[in-house]
């Protein structure tokens, strides 16, 4: 079945790091999100991209569209105590049902 | 006022039991979905309904039945629960069917724990 895999799986870094994380796929993707999810609390949407070598930043957060259309990537700079939480990547699949499907997830916790 | 909202927050319950989860979502978004989130974190699209509807049922048991009075509610009646329901389940919108240009709109899950 579909999957999309995050790596790394979990990260620990000091407060004021940056961060990168990313996402591969089998299939191409023609819009990916980014999703972060609090701990209690249901995935809420930091980045959406729709072109192939997109980059869009969204505060401190900077994410890229892939250009073979199989992977994007997320950077956070200057990392503080409320980063911490599970980062998803997400997308539809191309001729598939129109669901979103989700990321395996990377937990990113923050040391102050 | 929250956006997409589900109730219970959490759900404890026997083997057996039958149970309900309500979702209701006041952005007049088109498409509501179920996802199930397992132990690992993993999230996994089990039914979505656009304008009352049903287009997706993923490989859901029958003991799934979700139902949507109106656009704006969805839903999820769980018959003979078992200990492999255990999880979160969340309830999301968003305004167009699939694609997710828009990006899905959460509600903060409904844990359910089976004993």
């Known amino acids: 079945g579909q999957q999309l895999n995050q790596s790394p799986q979990s990260m620990f870094i000091q407060e004021g790091e940056d961060v990168s994380m990313n996402c591969t796929s089998s299939s191409i993707f023609n819009t990916w999100l980014w999703y972060k999810q609090d701990p209690g609390e249901g995935p809420v949407l930091l980045i959406a991209?729709?072109?192939?070598?997109e980059l869009t930043s969204n505060g401190r957060l900077t994410a890229q569209f892939g250009i073979t259309r199989k992977d994007s990537f997320l950077n956070i700079s200057a990392s503080i105590p409320s980063d911490v939480g599970i980062y998803f990547c997400?997308?539809?699949?191309?001729?598939?049902?129109?669901?979103?499907?989700f990321g395996t997830g990377t937990r990113l916790t923050v040391i102050p | 006022d929250t956006a997409v909202s589900q109730t219970p927050k959490y759900l404890v319950t026997q083997m057996g039991n039958d149970k309900s989860i309500k979702c209701e979502q006041n952005l007049g978004h088109d498409t509501m979905y179920w996802y199930k989130q397992d132990s690992k974190k993993f999230l996994k699209i089990m039914f979505s309904?656009?304008?009352?509807?049903?287009?997706i049922n993923e490989t859901v048991p029958n003991r799934f039945s979700p139902k949507s009075p109106d656009k704006a509610h969805l839903n999820l009646h769980i018959n003979s629960l078992e200990l492999g329901d255990s999880a979160v389940y969340f309830c999301?919108?968003?305004?167009?069917?699939?694609?997710?240009?828009?990006?899905?709109?959460f509600g903060s899950g409904t844990r359910l724990t089976v004993v």
């Open positions: 997400a997308g539809p699949k191309v001729g598939g049902a129109n669901n979103l499907f």
């Open positions: 991209l729709y072109k192939a070598g």
């Open positions: 309904y656009n304008n009352k509807e049903l287009i």
């Open positions: 999301a919108s968003s305004q167009e069917a699939g694609q997710g240009r828009g990006g899905y709109t």
